[in-house]
């Protein structure tokens, strides 16, 4: 069973971009986080690898690698919750909750979604 020759659903299409979105989002909401203190573009780089490495996943459709990237996303959520507690009132640790609350749903529902399209095409 090939994942490029089944062609996603409007749903799974809609979760997808949604997905991209929010990864963008949380990727720019953790550059300026860095940022915020001070931080170099090394550490940058460093916050935001786990995201990276999980790029391959979206472009070949792998649903083991997705479910792996929502393993990942969970330390990111820990981390935003902390951060959003600790930061009381400010903006950019609120974004960043909720990008990536955002993403770990839209990653679940495709990861069910496209299974069930993956399956029915066999």
């Given at each position: 069973?090939?994942?490029?020759?089944?062609?996603?659903?409007?749903?799974?299409?809609?979760?997808?971009?949604?997905?991209?979105?929010?990864?963008?989002?949380f990727m720019a909401q953790?550059?300026?986080?860095?940022?915020?203190?001070?931080?170099?573009?090394?550490?940058?780089?460093?916050?935001?690898?786990?995201?990276?490495?999980?790029?391959?996943?979206?472009?070949?459709?792998?649903?083991?690698?997705?479910?792996?990237?929502?393993?990942?996303?969970?330390?990111?959520?820990?981390?935003?919750?902390?951060?959003?507690?600790?930061?009381?009132?400010?903006?950019?640790?609120?974004?960043?909750?909720?990008?990536?609350?955002?993403?770990?749903?839209?990653?679940?529902?495709?990861?069910?979604?496209?299974?069930?399209?993956?399956?029915?095409?066999?």
């Amino acid at each position: 069973m090939t994942t490029r020759s089944t062609p996603r659903g409007r749903l799974t299409r809609t979760l997808w971009s949604l997905m991209w979105l929010t990864w963008l989002g949380f990727m720019a909401q953790q550059a300026a986080d860095v940022e915020r203190f001070s931080g170099t573009w090394v550490l940058i780089g460093l916050r935001g690898a786990p995201l990276l490495l999980f790029l391959w996943a979206t472009f070949t459709d792998s649903m083991r690698l997705f479910i792996w990237f929502e393993l990942v996303l969970l330390f990111y959520f820990i981390s935003a919750v902390e951060a959003a507690f600790a930061y009381q009132s400010d903006v950019l640790s609120i974004t960043g909750l909720a990008l990536v609350v955002i993403n770990f749903t839209a990653c679940m529902l495709y990861i069910r979604y496209r299974g069930r399209e993956l399956r029915g095409a066999v």
